[in-house]
C-alpha cells in the first residue's frame, strides 16, 4: 500500500547458478541457453523466467540447482506481489490490479506444482525448504485472496478519497503484512542455512525493482 514498502524476498536474496541436465523438449527448446549460468548477477526478466522454466521441467539436478530454480519461483512471484504495490502507488485502474493479482496467483500455482517435482530429492534440508517456501507461497496468497482484491477499488483512487471503512481495511491489511514480513524473513536467512548443508556460498543480488519497472510497462499501467 502507499505507506508500506514491501521488503519481499529479492530485496535481499542472494543467487548464484544452476546446475541442471537438460533432458526435456523445454530444455531442448531453451537452445544454447546455459542454465549453470542463468542466475548471475545481471539476471533480468528473461534469465529469471528461462531458471523459472528448467526448474519446472524437472532439470535441477542438484541442491545448488534446486536453490536457484526455487529462488527464480520466488522472485517472479515476488515482482508481481511488488507491481501491485506499485499500481497502488501510481492509482492505476482497479482492473489492472486485478489482473496482476490473478497473475500472482497463477506464479504461485506454478511454483507450487514445480517444488513437488523434487519430493523425492534427499538434498540436505531440502526438506525443510520445501515446507519453508510453502508457507511463503500461503503467506503471500493470503495476503491476495483476503485482502487485496477487496482493496483493489482503493487502491486505484487517492488516500484523501478513503473513507473511514477503507482506512479501517488498510488497517486489518498492515497487521497481517507483519505476519508476511516474518515468513520472509525465516525465508531469507535459511538460505544459508541450505547453501551450508549443501557445501556452496551464495553471493550477489537481483535488481528486481528493474523486473518490476519492466512489468509495469509490459501492463501498459500508466
Excluded at 527448446?29 to 542466475?39: C, N, V
Excluded at 523425492?120 to 520445501?130: G, L, M, N, S
Excluded at 483476503?146 to 477499488?153: A, I, N, Q, S, V
Excluded at 508476511?180 to 525465508?187: L, N
Aim: with cysteine; hydrophobic share 40%.
Amino acid at each position: 500500500m502507499k505507506r508500506v514498502y514491501l521488503v519481499g524476498v529479492a530485496a535481499t536474496v542472494f543467487l548464484l547458478g544452476s546446475c541442471v541436465d537438460r533432458s526435456s523438449d523445454l530444455a531442448d527448446a531453451l537452445g544454447d541457453i546455459d542454465m549453470s549460468e542463468i542466475l548471475t548477477d545481471d539476471a533480468g526478466t528473461d534469465e529469471i523466467h528461462d531458471a523459472a522454466a528448467g526448474f519446472a521441467e524437472g532439470l535441477s539436478s542438484t541442491g545448488q540447482g534446486y536453490f536457484s530454480g526455487l529462488l527464480a519461483e520466488v522472485i517472479e512471484v515476488d515482482v508481481k506481489f511488488k507491481e501491485v504495490e506499485r499500481m497502488d502507488d501510481m492509482d492505476a485502474e482497479a482492473e489492472k490490479i486485478e489482473e496482476t493479482l490473478d497473475a500472482t496467483l497463477e506464479k504461485i500455482d506454478e511454483a507450487r506444482t514445480a517444488i513437488d517435482l523434487y519430493e523425492d530429492k534427499t538434498w540436505p534440508k531440502r526438506a525443510e525448504f520445501h515446507t519453508l517456501s510453502v508457507e511463503w507461497f500461503d503467506a503471500v496468497e493470503d495476503l491476495v485472496n483476503d485482502y487485496l482484491f477487496d482493496l483493489t477499488d482503493q487502491m486505484s483512487r487517492p488516500e484523501e478519497d478513503w473513507s473511514d471503512d477503507e482506512w479501517t481495511a488498510y488497517e486489518d491489511y498492515l497487521v497481517a503484512l507483519d505476519s508476511y514480513y516474518e515468513v520472509d524473513q525465516r525465508w531469507v536467512e535459511f538460505q544459508y542455512v541450505y547453501a551450508e548443508a549443501n557445501d556452496f556460498e551464495i553471493g550477489g543480488t537481483i535488481d528486481e525493482e528493474a523486473m518490476v519497472d519492466e512489468a509495469i510497462s509490459e501492463d501498459g499501467v500508466e
